[in-house]
């Protein structure tokens, strides 16, 4: 996602965060050290009182991370791959490299997020409870108390606004999940589940101009300004849903076969950098090259894989080098529908997908090949066989 930074890697999936969460992070803290532990325990100094509010957010922010490692690893058994989880506003988003492959994954998939938030949230309260903090109790006592009573509710919260039945949130994606496991129609249940995730964008629109000019609330600037943001990209992120969905019903019946360029070069992997250069990538200005053993695809070098070698390493690198290897590849098979393929091209930002049939390399499969098949199709009017 533009805008985010990697900060960890954990169990392989690398944790990136986007620049919203900084500011949220920032609100979080001066929330927590202005209101919420002053008014509790009114006698804490300043310092003793931002550092609490620091720490707080931090753990809230790896629940946050808990709660998308939980979607990640329930997708890992399932087979899906997850490249990273991007924290954001309210809660993060797992990259996943495909769809989920049936209504059963989606449904553990989806449901492992908020099961998570409500254990952590559980265990805050129940900690809270034990501590018993007020003002006259020991200091250690007014911390654990005071830090677990602000992460109990708060994981409860974002569990509770994660089932929101509205797609891309947790609920929608069960929502979908329990329409698709019995209708058996995917596309359908996607478009009412995310028609419900703009609904719901709606009424937290609606609430957010009820705050910002004080309709049956009390007026609050920052509360409004934040509903409007979370509507903005809640809806923004069921309309791309939308879309993808629209678009893989307007390929429809259309396969990966029927597409695919069979007349292609590749380069054998001990093949140094620069000869490729001069030999294929500049006569033949291409932006990326299946590298194949024999007939077998072991890897793919991209522009962005050369542009990483200096000039003078030119002579000396060979290919196999600086190569995304095949087993890190996102490759179609050439009787996958159209619809599939569109997807791991939107998951990576590839410019081709190498296309597979039983572990040869047969065809490669071009971005701009698809983009203008699927322009023409929507220009003659013609929907996809389904
Ligand atoms: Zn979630």
């Given at each position: 996602?533009?805008?985010?930074?990697r900060?960890?890697?954990?169990?392989?999936?690398?944790?990136?965060?986007?620049?919203?969460?900084?500011?949220?992070?920032?609100?979080?803290?001066?929330?927590?050290?202005?209101?919420?532990?002053?008014?509790?325990?009114?006698?804490?100094?300043?310092?003793?009182?931002?550092?609490?509010?620091?720490?707080?957010?931090?753990?809230?922010?790896?629940?946050?991370?808990?709660?998308?490692?939980?979607?990640?690893?329930?997708?890992?058994?399932?087979?899906?791959?997850?490249?990273?989880?991007?924290?954001?506003?309210?809660?993060?988003?797992?990259?996943l490299?495909?769809?989920?492959?049936?209504?059963?994954?989606?449904?553990?998939m989806?449901?492992?997020?908020?099961?998570?938030?409500?254990?952590?949230?559980?265990?805050?309260?129940?900690?809270?409870?034990?501590?018993?903090?007020?003002?006259?109790?020991?200091?250690w006592?007014?911390?654990?108390?005071?830090?677990?009573?602000?992460?109990?509710?708060?994981?409860l919260?974002?569990?509770?606004?994660?089932l929101?039945?509205?797609?891309?949130?947790?609920?929608?994606?069960?929502?979908?999940?329990?329409?698709?496991?019995?209708t058996?129609?995917?596309?359908?249940?996607?478009?009412?589940a995310?028609?419900?995730?703009q609904?719901f964008?709606?009424?937290?629109?609606?609430?957010?101009v009820?705050?910002?000019?004080?309709?049956g609330?009390?007026?609050?600037?920052?509360?409004?300004?934040l509903?409007?943001?979370i509507?903005?990209?809640?809806?923004?992120?069921?309309?791309?849903s939308?879309?993808?969905?629209?678009?893989?019903?307007?390929?429809?019946?259309?396969?990966?076969?029927?597409?695919?360029?069979?007349?292609?070069?590749?380069?054998?992997?001990?093949?140094?950098?620069?000869?490729l250069?001069?030999?294929?990538?500049?006569?033949?200005?291409?932006?990326?090259?299946?590298?194949?053993?024999?007939?077998?695809?072991?890897?793919?070098?991209?522009?962005?894989?050369?542009?990483?070698?200096?000039?003078?390493?030119?002579?000396?690198?060979?290919?196999?080098?600086?190569?995304?290897?095949?087993?890190?590849?996102?490759?179609?098979?050439?009787?996958?529908?159209?619809?599939?393929?569109?997807?791991?091209?939107?998951?990576?930002?590839l410019?081709?997908?190498?296309?597979?049939?039983?572990?040869?390399?047969?065809?490669?499969?071009?971005?701009?090949?698809?983009?203008?098949?699927?322009?023409m199709?929507?220009?003659?009017?013609?929907?996809?066989?389904?």
């Amino acid at each position: 996602m533009p805008g985010s930074i990697r900060i960890a890697r954990i169990f392989g999936i690398d944790i990136n965060i986007h620049f919203s969460w900084i500011v949220i992070f920032f609100f979080l803290v001066t929330n927590l050290s202005d209101s919420f532990y002053p008014d509790q325990f009114p006698k804490w100094s300043r310092e003793k009182t931002f550092v609490v509010s620091a720490v707080s957010a931090l753990l809230f922010f790896a629940s946050v991370v808990a709660h998308e490692l939980a979607h990640s690893l329930v997708a890992r058994r399932f087979q899906m791959s997850v490249s990273s989880i991007t924290l954001f506003m309210l809660g993060g988003v797992a990259s996943l490299k495909s769809e989920p492959p049936s209504a059963k994954a989606e449904l553990f998939m989806a449901a492992a997020g908020p099961l998570t938030s409500i254990v952590i949230g559980v265990a805050g309260l129940a900690i809270a409870f034990a501590a018993d903090a007020n003002q006259t109790s020991a200091s250690w006592r007014q911390v654990v108390g005071g830090v677990a009573g602000y992460l109990g509710p708060i994981n409860l919260i974002v569990a509770v606004f994660n089932l929101v039945p509205g797609f891309p949130l947790d609920g929608g994606r069960v929502l979908r999940a329990a329409i698709w496991g019995i209708t058996k129609d995917r596309s359908r249940a996607t478009g009412i589940a995310a028609r419900g995730g703009q609904l719901f964008a709606g009424l937290l629109f609606a609430a957010g101009v009820a705050f910002l000019f004080g309709i049956g609330v009390p007026q609050n600037n920052v509360q409004g300004l934040l509903y409007g943001f979370i509507a903005y990209f809640l809806w923004n992120a069921a309309a791309s849903s939308l879309q993808q969905e629209r678009l893989a019903s307007v390929v429809g019946g259309t396969t990966v076969g029927s597409l695919m360029t069979t007349d292609f070069r590749s380069t054998p992997p001990a093949v140094m950098v620069g000869q490729l250069i001069r030999d294929l990538v500049l006569p033949m200005n291409l932006r990326a090259i299946p590298v194949v053993s024999g007939d077998r695809l072991v890897g793919l070098v991209t522009i962005g894989d050369l542009r990483k070698v200096e000039q003078d390493r030119w002579p000396a690198t060979p290919v196999e080098e600086v190569m995304t290897p095949a087993s890190e590849l996102a490759t179609v098979s050439p009787d996958d529908p159209l619809g599939a393929a569109l997807e791991r091209f939107g998951a990576d930002d590839l410019p081709l997908l190498p296309v597979i049939k039983d572990s040869r390399l047969v065809g490669l499969l071009y971005r701009e090949a698809v983009v203008g098949y699927v322009r023409m199709r929507e220009m003659v009017g013609l929907q996809g066989r389904r």
